[in-house]
């Protein structure tokens, strides 16, 4: 599976919009783009995937660039229940589940 | 739909002792996977359980080992623990093996002392 690049830590106003980038220039063509968030002391929570197209669900927007070497988590209107840390992840779906978590980004919604 | 449901949730054991730890996975999931979640290491994987049947394992001792039963419930089982063994193992499930969307359980807080 191909690695991801996430800054360390973000920081967000309450009610904006937060964007969290992922690098994975190695990403191949079979390989999908997911994004998970774990708050503190809880499992990893699914928020959203996708593979070449742009995605939308009622948690997050996923936009993944032409070349597919990275993408943005758009969270649209970020509370303070959205502060935890989010990981990029790309595998190959029908593989297996050995999903390879890097550090994450930790993200801080301010009120 | 309830989630993926591990037990128990928080332990405390001994070194050289055993630890049993039990998953069930969202109604109608076949696929459990487990994940051992440390602050050094992150999340790694542990193994993939479908159709009773491991059909991927990561990169751990014997000691670490598991099962799943024919409801798709799974167990994890940890044998001679050692004080690097604490932790917070993860179970997570999947409608097929490798299935698209992994859905992780609270985890089970695993102390060694």
């Known amino acids: 599976d191909a690695k991801t690049t996430q800054p360390p830590s973000m920081d967000c106003a309450e009610g904006r919009a937060a964007n969290l980038p992922c690098n994975h220039s190695?990403?191949?063509?079979?390989?999908?783009v997911y994004w998970y968030r774990q708050i503190h002391s809880q499992g990893p929570q699914y928020i959203i995937h996708g593979l070449k197209n742009n995605e939308t669900n009622e948690m997050a927007s996923l936009i993944i660039t032409e070349d597919r070497k990275s993408s943005t988590l758009i969270l649209p209107h970020a509370t303070l229940r959205d502060t935890a840390v989010y990981y990029c992840?790309?595998?190959?779906?029908?593989?297996?589940?050995?999903?390879?978590f890097g550090a994450g980004t930790r993200l801080t919604v301010k009120p | 739909k309830a989630g993926v449901t591990q037990t128990p949730r928080y332990l405390i054991k001994t070194r050289g002792q055993q630890v049993t730890l039990s998953c069930s996975p969202i109604?109608?999931?076949?696929?459990v996977s487990w994940y051992q979640q440390t602050p050094g290491q992150g999340l790694q994987f542990l193994f993939e359980y479908f159709s009773e049947t491991q059909r991927n394992k990561g990169n751990f001792p014997g000691r670490f080992s598991g099962r799943q039963f024919s409801n798709s419930r799974s167990e994890m089982n940890v044998s001679t623990l050692e004080l690097g063994d604490s932790a917070l193992y993860l179970c997570a499930s999947s409608l097929e093996q490798g299935g698209n969307t992994i859905y992780f359980g609270e985890g089970s807080w695993l102390t060694v002392v």
């Open positions: 109604s109608g999931h076949r696929s």
């Open positions: 992840i790309v595998r190959v779906s029908y593989n297996n589940n050995d999903m390879r």
């Open positions: 190695t990403i191949s063509g079979n390989e999908y």
